[in-house]
């Protein structure tokens, strides 16, 4: 070899070197492109168009493997065939591609026509004359996924060449990684809304039964007190029982109504002064008949002086319902219940403690979760629905309030409420208001309370 053909020969491999290089660029920029996008089917064209581009082919394609049918199923393709070629399939066994996903290595077919896997269905259907084909799989880890095809170089060389290969598996691998990320969020968005409409369609079953249970139920525990007035005393103790159990339906459809209200954002609190001790010696006044009647004692420990706090006192009921509730349901016979109110500088605790079955340490935080219930709903020899400490939970929360549960297994429990006390209605309305944006915030709704407006 002569000084001067040398030197073209160096010229040559800097020329290939370098074009190398600038496709490897190209592979690097398109996969900041490809990692960024995230709907499928923008991010398979674009595969497919750079695959064109970049290997200088006449045309190329995307096959995914289909777990149905266990073949190798077009995609997307560019160039006049791709109309045609969307969603035939070509079989794993007796196809280049399917040669390919299997082995899990790239194939160059400088003429298809003497690969004896050529599967020929494709170019009779869609007419296309393919000469030359390079084929590479789309692989996760182990796993291939597809296989990524280019068709017929263009740049007049007769077939692909090792750079090609290289090329092509370097997008294959970034194309494979940006598919799969597609199709997990594809996947994961459509368990999102299939979740998103069944909740829906619980609250909206909870609200239309409440609501209609409300009115009908109220009628009948109304007839049923005036009617235990008229009735002899043998009659008026079944009566007593009537009224016993519709008020406990009541107070289901109470739970889930509050539940809604909780839920829609549409609980709208009106806070007033009031004197902490009366909510509570009026709560556990309500109480001591149904726990009287369960062999249950009930004692109150209340300061001397007046505990002003500002609240909605409808919630603060409910809170107390709640908790005296389940005070009554999980005791044990002959068993007692201590309710007792300390006032703070800062804020007012309230306790409501038991002698019953106590909670295991490890539920102590998920008895506070929506529908938990520390014994399996089948099993229970108690009722409830597993939704009473959710709105405690929520409307302590709503007051910008704490509540949190101590438990001794098989001795009792005891439930504190802490509640913040304010030294002015601005402060607490302020502080309120925070408390509704924040929830807000959390539920997603762009509504600003007035006071933060
Ligand atoms: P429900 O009482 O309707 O089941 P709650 O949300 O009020 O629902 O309570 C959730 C669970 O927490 C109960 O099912 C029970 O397992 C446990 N729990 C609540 N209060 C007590 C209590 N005072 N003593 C023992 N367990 C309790």
């Known amino acids: 070899m002569d000084r001067g053909s040398s030197e073209a020969v160096t010229f040559e491999r800097v020329h290939e070197l370098e074009t190398l290089v600038r496709r490897l660029r190209a592979v690097l920029s398109v996969t900041y492109e490809l990692t960024a996008t995230i709907e499928l089917e923008s991010l398979l064209r674009k595969i497919v168009y750079t695959a064109a581009e970049l ?10 493997f289909d777990e149905c049918s266990n073949e190798l199923r077009f995609r997307i393709a560019t160039g006049n065939a791709a109309p045609r070629l ?7 066994e007796g196809s280049i591609a399917g040669q390919v996903f299997v082995s899990g290595t790239p194939v160059i077919a400088p003429n298809v026509k003497e690969v004896p896997t050529y599967y020929r269905e494709v170019e009779e259907q869609t007419g296309v004359v393919v000469h030359s084909l390079l084929a590479v799989p789309l692989r996760i880890q182990e796993r291939s996924i597809g296989v990524l095809e ?20 370097a997008l294959a691998c970034q194309a494979a990684i940006a598919i799969e990320n597609a199709r997990l969020l594809t996947a994961l968005q459509e368990a999102y809304d299939r979740v998103s409409k069944l909740d829906r369609l619980k609250s909206d079953f909870i609200a239309i039964a409440s609501h209609e249970l409300r009115t009908p139920l109220s009628l009948v525990l109304g007839h049923c007190v005036l009617l235990q007035e008229d009735l002899d005393p043998k009659a008026a103790e ?5 009224v016993h159990a519709a008020m406990k339906m009541k107070s289901v459809v109470e739970t889930m109504l509050n539940l809604r209200y909780l839920e829609t954002g549409e609980l709208e609190l009106n806070p007033a002064w009031f004197d902490v001790r009366q909510a509570v010696s009026e709560a556990c006044e309500a109480y001591r008949e149904i726990a009287e009647d369960d062999g249950l004692t009930i004692e109150v420990s209340l300061p001397e002086e007046e505990v002003p706090v500002w609240a909605d006192r409808g919630c603060l009921q409910v809170v107390l319902d709640n908790l005296l509730s389940n005070a009554v349901k999980f005791n044990r016979p002959g068993g007692r219940i201590w309710v007792s109110v300390t006032a703070g500088e800062s804020q007012v605790e309230i306790r409501v403690a038991d002698t019953g079955i106590g909670i295991p340490t490890e539920y102590l935080e998920q008895i506070f979760e929506r529908f938990f219930q520390v014994e399996q709903h089948m099993q229970r020899k108690r009722g409830g629905m597993g939704l009473g400490l959710s709105i405690v939970r929520e409307l302590v929360t709503r007051h910008n309030g704490r509540v949190w549960a101590e438990s001794v297994p098989g001795e009792g429990s005891c439930f504190h409420v802490a509640l913040p006390r304010y030294s002015s209605v601005q402060e607490a ?3 309120l208001s925070q408390s509704r944006f924040a929830t807000l915030l959390e539920g997603g709704q762009e509504e600003a309370p007035d006071a933060l407006e």
């Open 86 to 92: 969307s969603n035939m399939s070509v079989p794993l």
């Open 150 to 169: 280019v068709i017929n170089k263009r740049d007049g060389r007769p077939s692909f060449g090792t750079d090609d290969v290289e090329i092509l598996t």
């Open 429 to 431: 309305e302020r502080a």
């Open 55 to 64: 290997i200088d082919s006449e045309a190329a394609s995307l096959l995914l």
């Open 238 to 242: 079944r009566m007593r029982i009537v």
